[in-house]
């Protein structure tokens, strides 16, 4: 009879118990974390790509289709937007948040700078069509003073 009564309380104290899946769920935490900053360090270091495009499309010959040199120079400036908005709305969910919550967050992210990555391909891709170059395959920045 005694142990009947402690039963639920056995239960409770059971279910308090931390889950094993906690660590498993903090390692996708930071791994999701990290493939969307990621992500956006790499788009970042095409950043200088997007304004080098922009001046060599403002600097086109006369005889350049000027609607076409507009319009890729506005997808340049479109996919730095993109960055720039993407990252002052960026912001890391606080520990306190449960973890479903935040994981979901960083999918979002990750869905967000993906877009953002597909501007700037398009974008570059587009500017350098009309220039008739190719891409630069880590080419150091002109700017970097050596």
């Known amino acids: 009879m005694i142990t009947l009564r402690f039963a639920p309380l056995l239960l409770v104290l059971a279910a308090c ?5 906690q ?3 903090g390692s996708q ?17 095409q950043m200088d790509q997007l304004y080098e495009l922009r001046q060599q499309l403002a600097k086109a010959p006369p005889a350049a289709d000027t609607v076409a040199v507009g319009q890729a ?3 340049l400036v479109g996919a730095e937007n993109g960055m720039m908005d993407w990252m002052h709305r960026y912001r890391r969910p606080a520990d306190t948040v449960a973890d479903a919550r ?3 967050y960083y999918a979002r992210q990750q869905e967000r700078i993906d877009s953002v990555g597909r501007l700037f391909e398009s974008s570059q891709a587009a500017a350098r069509q009309l220039l008739g170059t190719a891409p630069a395959a880590a080419a150091p920045s002109s700017s970097v003073i050596q």
């Not at 118990?17 to 899946?21: A, E, G, K, L, M």
């Open 17 to 21: 118990q931390p889950s094993t899946s």
């Open 73 to 75: 120079r506005r997808a």
């Open 23 to 25: 660590p498993e769920t």
């Open 102 to 104: 935040r994981l979901a």
């Open 29 to 45: 935490l930071a791994a999701a974390e990290q493939t969307v900053l990621a992500r956006h360090d790499t788009l970042m270091a």
